[in-house]
């Protein structure tokens, strides 16, 4: 297996444009993770998934954020209007249930 | 509150000697696993070690070992015999998974530098 892929891997956009972020879990894992990660608030989780269903979104910041995962192989992750504040590296993660999550290369966002 | 605290912002180590890097949790579920992660610099996220909440003995990996104390909520990373490609951010991480369905977060994480 590749791993889990993201894509892409950088972003720049300017302010107020829509964002998607997207991620490509191991194939059979159950889990799927999205994380954001900055010098200030550390590796803060935004959303899971388990088998495809949401499971905890308190960690998304507003309601610009949205994420979506519409089968086991995929998933999105939205902003929309982006905000300078939003300028992080996105992380996507996934796993079987209770083992580690293994981590996509990251999207490395810069809003303008 | 912060349910995984590393209070280790930066550490120091010689090469080859050992380092503790120190973590500590808070849940009241009664299942659920302990992970430490690896981030150099190039910013991938390695996965180091895991330990249940039932494991009887710590886990060890290679140099990586877990200092795992349920009663006192602590899962130190040890790092015998440090190398430079050690140097890194360090992420210590809790799954739970009766009360919270599998939800994995993340402490501030450690940056360990390696000195020659």
């Known amino acids: 297996d590749a791993g889990v892929i993201q894509s892409p891997r950088h972003e720049v956009t300017e302010m107020g444009q829509e964002v998607t972020l997207r991620c490509k879990p191991i194939s059979g894992h159950d889990y799927l993770f999205w994380y954001r990660q900055t010098m200030m608030r550390g590796l803060e989780l935004l959303i899971y998934f388990n088998n495809n269903v949401p499971i905890d979104d308190s960690g998304m910041p507003e309601d610009r954020f949205s994420a979506k995962m519409p089968n086991a192989s995929f998933s999105t992750l939205k902003i929309q209007p982006s905000e300078p504040r939003d300028s992080a590296v996105y992380f996507c993660?996934?796993?079987?249930?209770?083992?580690?999550?293994?981590f996509g290369q990251g999207t490395r966002l810069t809003v303008v | 509150a912060q349910k995984i605290t590393q209070t280790q912002p930066g550490m120091f180590v010689q090469e080859k000697e050992a380092v503790t890097l120190d973590c500590t949790y808070d849940t009241s579920d009664p299942s659920y696993g302990l992970f430490w992660y690896k981030q150099p610099s190039s910013g991938e996220m390695i996965f180091l070690i895991y330990q249940g909440s039932y494991d009887q003995q710590n886990a060890t990996e290679g140099r990586y070992s877990l200092n795992f104390q349920k009663a006192r909520k602590s899962a130190n990373l040890v790092i015998s015999a440090s190398q430079l490609g050690d140097s890194a951010m360090y992420f210590c991480a809790m799954r739970e998974f009766y009360n919270q369905g599998g939800k994995l977060i993340f402490g501030q994480g450690t940056e360990l530098s390696v000195k020659p």
């Open positions: 993660a996934s796993s079987l249930s209770q083992v580690e999550a293994f």
